[in-house]
């Protein structure tokens, strides 16, 4: 059973930054992809960001040049570096991989942006 432990979410100004991080219960060289989603009340839970096993990453439209996703495997850890933060940008904030079909997810972290 994956675990995937999400912290870092907070209150922030307009134009602040953030850091999220995603603690996985195993090597996260074992997954394929992992990736961040977020969620705002009473709509649907959209993609962000993620990166492959190998690298490489991609970013929903919304998340580039503002968002970067990296990884530190000594730690177990994804990382969601937001800089540039809008009031849309407000959400819980959630991680994300995939093994054999199955989707784990963290409990989530709560991002504000005051405007």
């Known amino acids: 059973q994956v675990q995937l432990v999400e912290s870092g979410g907070g209150l922030v100004q307009a134009g602040g930054s953030l850091r999220l991080s995603c603690a996985a219960s195993?090597?996260?060289?074992?997954?394929?992809?992992m990736g961040w989603y977020r969620q705002v009340p009473g709509k649907q839970r959209e993609w962000v960001a993620r990166m492959n096993v190998g690298g490489v990453t991609n970013y929903a439209d919304s998340a580039k040049g503002r968002f970067a996703i990296s990884r530190d495997g000594g730690l177990n850890t994804v990382y969601l570096q937001m800089n540039g933060l809008k009031s849309e940008d407000t959400a819980v904030y959630y991680c994300?991989?995939?093994?054999?079909?199955?989707?784990?997810w963290g409990q989530g972290t709560q991002v504000t942006v005051s405007s």
């Open positions: 195993e090597n996260i060289f074992n997954f394929n992809t």
């Open positions: 994300h991989t995939n093994i054999l079909s199955r989707n784990y």
